[in-house]
């Protein structure tokens, strides 16, 4: 079945970028979808379709997808983003959904 | 506003039968598909399978094809995640989750559910 690779934690300080990335084998194919979880709460998804936000969701939060490597990348992060990101992707090989591990956002 | 309301924490014991609810309210809930999602502790979420309430077409990933069941009370807007005979290893937080499609992620989560399986 289809795997999606995450690096467990990434640490950045306030007001840099943070590039969380989801390794698949040719996953710039796919459609990728991120989703937020802070502790103790439900996810949400703050990116669809690569790069389509829902609303609400803050211009500073965006996606690529290409080659082997989707990326979500948070500008001027705040204290409020430190969460746990998840990548998500349909496999139609298996017909169903895969979740990469997921990544710890450290605010410094 | 579209709302996921699940029901509350369940404690079992192991070889107990378990139907946890989600309740859609706030949108069309016949004509969204609602997909089901393990996490256990402090791991990442896991699809289970989904359901579209239209017409109770449902699938399920491998991992959990016969261990669960998903199902639907459209008259209601509920959907429903059941099992016959719970294991400790089913202990996990569920959630449920809308999607406008099969194929299209999930856009509105439930709260979530906690279940504990312990003797």
């Known amino acids: 079945s289809y795997v999606l690779t995450q690096p467990p934690s990434v640490s950045v300080a306030p007001g840099k970028t943070a590039n969380i990335t989801c390794g698949g084998n040719?996953?710039?194919?796919?459609?990728v979808h991120w989703h937020q979880q802070k502790p103790g709460q439900a996810p949400v998804l703050v990116i669809y379709?690569?790069?389509d936000r829902p609303s609400g969701i803050p211009e500073r939060i965006s996606g690529s997808n290409s080659g082997d490597t989707a990326t979500l990348t948070i500008s001027r992060v705040e204290a409020g983003d430190e969460a746990d990101y998840y990548c998500?992707?349909?496999?139609?090989?298996?017909?169903?959904?895969?979740f990469g591990g997921g990544t710890k956002l450290t605010v410094l | 506003e579209v709302q996921l309301v699940q029901s509350g924490a369940e404690v079992k014991k192991p070889g107990e039968s378990l139907k946890i609810s989600c309740k859609g309210s706030?949108?069309?809930?016949?004509?969204?598909?609602i997909g089901w999602v393990r996490q256990m502790p402090g791991k990442g979420p896991e699809w289970m399978g989904i359901?579209?309430?239209?017409?109770?077409?449902?699938r399920y990933s491998p991992s959990f094809q016969g261990q669960v069941t998903i199902s639907a009370d459209k008259s209601i807007s509920t959907a429903y995640l059941q099992w016959d005979s719970l294991k400790a290893s089913d202990t996990a937080m569920y959630y449920c989750?809308?999607?406008?499609?099969?194929?299209?992620?999930?856009?509105?989560w439930g709260q979530g559910t906690p279940v504990t399986v312990s003797s």
């Open positions: 379709y690569d790069n």
């Open positions: 706030g949108y069309s809930f016949n004509n969204f598909w």
């Open positions: 989750g809308r999607q406008k499609g099969y194929s299209y992620p999930i856009d509105y």
């Open positions: 040719k996953i710039g194919s796919k459609s």
């Open positions: 359901m579209y309430p239209g017409d109770s077409n449902s």
């Open positions: 998500q992707v349909w496999d139609s090989g298996s017909d169903h959904w895969v």
